[in-house]
């Protein structure tokens, strides 16, 4: 499990559990059932969309395009419920797609968890905004369940460009 | 649309401003505005931070043109046209870096860090009268700035930056003040996104705050939630009124009492009871470089100001230095920083950034949806055969001087300049 250019069969529960968690997660911000969704992170998890230019830089001296840490994460999925968050309202119709999902451990009693994404974001009168890139979360097991202390969405695109705004949970 | 045609509609009698919406989808305007603003006035280019050292460069768009903005080996900032004089290909392809000269990877000419020609693969084909100097990469005739903010012209006989300036210059200086040595930095980190819309709403989408309480309800939620006091008097737009500032050339700016908590420096529960100290300190030291008025001013005012055409500066929730180009009528590119004392702590930086996510940019709790009321005002414009004006006319009753931030004195400002531009 400590060497990423082996198979190691006994990774493979792990692995499927992460997948899974990775499901759920997309099909409930799909459904907009952000409540549910996160509940699926720890009580003091961080959100992260690094700037195009900067996809592995630090958000403490890095200008981001999204960096929540567990208060702000509330107030976006207060906001996101709004009818008044006008750039979701209607909200966008979404669709995700997980793959390339991998697991090693991190520090502690962390794994860290990989998956590559396709994300579809559809809106009335408008062309389909499609998001790729590669999630980077870390995992901690808390009470048996799997789960996510910090949560990093890192988008491919040199720039945001056509995609124009993460106005959604992505 | 003419060569004379009219787009903006001034009525004083009847206390009346209007923009046909015409100035915002035709063709015939844009190619007006290349040719008469973009290509005649001063166009902002970039910040000595981001290229400090010989050699550093950055390549970006320009009005249009690609701009390869560098130091050369002897530290003289230039905004070089990126464009081997050969056969036109873009010379250097990376974002930015640090290089004695650059390659073009079609016939691989060379040139030095000032633009002058290096060096060229068979070279002797040429013959005897080859002549180096003809093949520098092009400049635009002017390129000055004023205190660290370089802007380029197209036009040789432009009046100099700072005339240009006029008025902005105090502005920019306010700014300014918030460092102990009067230097700024861009900050690492480029927020790059598209607004399908044209270019000029988001010029008054940037000083409106007529639509403050409207499209950010949800930032005003998520402020008040966080213990910072929001509440209005009867009748007003929002918890503190200001002013529309006219500052000369086109340029404006508001200028308002500050409630929403500045990281220089004015504390809010958001940043948390452990940065409340630092940040009186913060303020301290203002009061003790600056005396208590200008302190005052510095710490306690939000200012969102314009540099006619396309640059705006907001010193409010945090400092963002944002610039847009028109790709065409209907969609523009928008490139936005963080700029920060030189001084900053790292906590005092993270502490800055943290500000600025709160309202600004692409994943912000506001300009999301100001991107969305542009988007949806730009669909509007397809009625314009039985809707065709825009209405400005907030305020319009009183003297300049009186204009609040939430009438909309300031953006006429605006568009009186584009009118004598445009309109000419």
Not at chain 1, 7 to 19: G, K, M, T
Not at chain 2, 16 to 23: D, I, M, Q, S
Not at chain 2, 189 to 209: F, H, M, P
Request: with cysteine; glycine share 6%; net charge negative.
């Amino acid at each position: 499990m400590n060497d990423p250019a082996h198979y190691d069969p006994a990774n493979e529960a792990l692995r499927r559990e992460v997948e899974w968690l990775f499901y759920r997660e997309a099909e409930l911000l799909d459904a907009w059932k952000l409540d549910e969704w996160r509940a699926l992170l720890t009580e003091d998890a961080s959100y992260f969309v690094p700037p195009n230019d900067k996809p592995h830089g630090d958000h403490n001296n890095t200008l981001f395009i999204v960096a929540d840490d567990h208060v702000r994460l509330h107030e976006r999925i207060v906001r996101l419920k709004d009818p008044n968050c006008h750039s979701e309202y209607p909200p966008s119709r979404t669709r995700r797609f997980i793959s390339n999902v991998r697991v090693t451990p991190a520090s502690g009693n962390e794994w860290l968890a990989r998956a590559n994404f396709i994300v579809h974001r559809n809106r009335r009168n408008s062309d389909v905004r499609i998001f790729t890139g590669e999630y980077i979360n870390r995992l901690v097991r808390l009470n048996g369940a799997l789960k996510i202390h910090e949560r990093r969405a890192i988008l491919d695109a040199e720039e945001l460009g056509a995609m124009g705004a993460v106005s959604f949970i992505l | 649309m003419g060569q004379h045609a009219r787009y903006v509609f001034e009525d004083a009698a009847a206390d009346r401003f209007l923009v046909h919406r015409a100035a915002f989808f035709s063709e015939e305007v844009l190619r007006l505005e290349q040719e008469r603003i973009f290509q005649k006035c001063w166009i902002y280019v970039g910040h000595s931070s981001e290229i400090r050292n010989p050699g550093d460069y950055l390549t970006r768009n320009v009005a249009g043109y690609p701009i390869l903005f560098s130091r050369d080996n002897d530290g003289k900032v230039r905004a070089l046209v990126n464009v081997c004089p050969h056969r036109g290909a873009i010379v250097c392809r990376e974002r930015s870096g640090n290089a004695r000269s650059f390659h073009c990877m079609y016939h691989g000419w060379t040139f030095n860090n000032d633009g002058t020609l290096r060096g060229v693969p068979g070279q002797d084909a040429y013959g005897p009268k080859f002549d180096k100097s003809r093949y520098s990469l092009p400049e635009p005739p002017r390129l000055e700035s004023y205190r660290d903010f370089w802007f380029l012209n197209f036009d040789p006989d432009a009046v100099d930056l700072h005339t240009y300036l006029a008025g902005a210059k105090d502005y920019i200086d306010l700014i300014l003040d918030q460092s102990p040595s009067g230097q700024m930095e861009i900050i690492s980190g480029t927020q790059e996104y598209d607004i399908r819309a044209n270019w000029k709403l988001l010029v008054e989408n940037s000083v409106d705050d007529y639509h403050i309480l409207i499209t950010h309800r949800t930032w005003i939620n998520y402020m008040a939630n966080s213990g910072v006091d929001m509440r209005r008097k009867p009748g007003e737009m929002l918890p503190k009124i200001g002013r529309g500032v006219e500052l000369g050339n086109g340029h404006l700016t508001t200028d308002n009492p500050n409630y929403r908590g500045r990281p220089v420096a004015a504390w809010i529960s958001v940043y948390g009871e452990e940065a409340k100290e630092d940040v009186a300190n913060i303020k301290a030291e203002l009061v003790s470089r600056l005396g208590e008025a200008r302190a005052e001013r510095v710490a306690n005012t939000n200012r969102n100001l314009v540099i006619f055409p396309n640059l705006v500066i907001n010193d409010g929730s945090s400092v963002t230095v944002r610039n847009f180009t028109p790709v065409s009528p209907t969609l523009m590119k928008v490139t936005s920083f963080a700029l920060g004392p030189v001084e900053e702590t790292a906590e005092q930086r993270a502490r800055r950034l943290h500000a600025f996510l709160t309202f600004y940019g692409p994943g912000g709790f506001a300009t999301p949806d100001d991107v969305a009321a542009l988007e949806a005002a730009q669909e509007g414009y397809s009625a314009h055969r039985i809707a065709p004006f825009n209405d400005i006319s907030r305020g319009m009753h009183k003297p300049m001087a009186d204009q609040f931030d939430t009438d909309e004195g300031h953006i006429r400002v605006f568009w009186r300049r584009w009118r004598e531009i445009v309109e000419a």
